[in-house]
């Protein structure tokens, strides 16, 4: 049975930094990529980015590109998601998701994931 499971939320002032850690346990080897997903209060779920596990290529939402990295640990199973310069507009719920599509396919509708993580916590205060 596949697992997700996300950590590293918390509260950061607006200019702050936070990194968030998924875990990824069972068998994994179908899912070709990996990403973050968001949902703020009274808002849709929203893909962040995305990394393909063959070769660490990733993809960003526009609003993040130049301060959220994704990368990934393969001897650790893990991957992360460094997030620079927090804005209060970041305050949302954060997923890790696997997707199996192939890699060539896109990602970013929350649709196209297969499995998710719990969701941890973030808050920016301004």
């Known amino acids: 049975q596949v697992q997700l499971v996300e950590s590293g939320g918390g509260w950061v002032q607006a200019g702050g930094s936070l990194r968030l850690s998924c875990a990824l346990s069972?068998?994994?080897?179908?899912?070709?990529?990996m990403g973050w997903c968001r949902q703020a209060p009274g808002k849709e779920r929203e893909v962040v980015g995305n990394i393909l596990r063959r070769n660490g290529a990733t993809d960003y939402e526009d609003s993040v590109k130049g301060r959220f990295t994704i990368s990934l640990d393969a001897a650790k199973n893990t991957m992360y998601l460094q997030m620079n310069s927090l804005k209060a507009e970041d305050t949302a719920i954060y997923y890790c998701?696997?997707?199996?599509?192939?890699?060539?396919?896109?990602?970013?509708?929350?649709?196209?994931?297969?499995?998710w993580g719990q969701g941890t916590q973030v808050t920016v205060s301004s």
């Open positions: 069972g068998r994994t080897s179908y899912l070709w990529a």
């Open positions: 998701a696997g997707d199996a599509q192939p890699p060539w396919a896109t990602r970013r509708r929350v649709e196209d994931y297969d499995i």
